[in-house]
């Protein structure tokens, strides 16, 4: 293996690790700001409120997405 290779490795599995994060990443995100905007709207500043549906939204994006990140994985 030359370092030709070695890099074209190793960007491939950086690049394979960024769009296996991504749905998760993303699913995380749009809770968050949809909370943060309900918070902003009705003042509540429960921490537990911001917590639990992340973890739920990060639960359900991986039991929606894993079908496909387990073959992305698998191709790689």
Known sequence: MNGLEVLDFGRDALWTTVIMCAPVMIAGLVVGLVIAFFQALTQI????????????????????????????????
């Open 45 to 76: 500043q429960e921490m537990i409120l911001v917590f639990v549906p992340k973890i739920m939204a990060f639960f359900d994006a991986l039991l929606i997405f894993l079908p496909l990140l387990w073959s992305l994985l698998a191709g790689f």
